[in-house]
């Protein structure tokens, strides 16, 4: 399993960013996907999570409103839209698989239940 993690970059307070998240997995469409962060000194944290069937969404508190998890089965790839980012946004953000079930927050929120992750992608966000 193999999973690539694209669309960070520069932009200014108040901007958007569209991240995207290929995934070399057979039957992508059975595993859900997760979003997590982590900024310079500071440990990883949960964005966003999509259940398989894209059904049910989870955020953390701070991004809920400002953030969109999706996903295309059809291309294998999970998506997060990020508007209205805020410095404090500023991250390098991973995207993982989950390859067990999972039920609602403590579970779709805690890296440890995500068997495989991407590289990051680097998101900086100016003042």
């Known amino acids: 399993v193999q999973l690539q993690a694209s669309g960070g970059g520069l932009v200014q307070a108040g901007g958007s960013l569209r991240l995207s998240c290929a995934a070399s997995?057979?039957?992508?469409?059975?595993?859900?996907m997760g979003w997590f962060r982590q900024a310079p000194g500071r440990e990883r944290e949960f964005v966003a999570a999509?259940?398989?069937?894209?059904?049910?969404?989870y955020y953390a508190a701070s991004v809920k409103g400002r953030f969109t998890i999706s996903r295309d089965n059809a291309k294998n790839t999970a998506y997060l839209q990020m508007n209205s980012l805020k410095p404090e946004d500023t991250a390098v953000y991973y995207c993982?698989?989950?390859?067990?079930?999972?039920?609602?927050?403590?579970?779709?929120?805690?890296?440890?239940?995500?068997?495989?992750w991407g590289q990051g992608t680097q998101v900086t966000v100016s003042s």
């Open positions: 993982a698989i989950l390859m067990k079930s999972c039920s609602g927050y403590g579970c779709y929120d805690d890296a440890r239940e995500y068997a495989y």
């Open positions: 997995v057979r039957t992508f469409s059975s595993y859900g």
């Open positions: 999509i259940s398989r069937g894209a059904g049910d969404t």
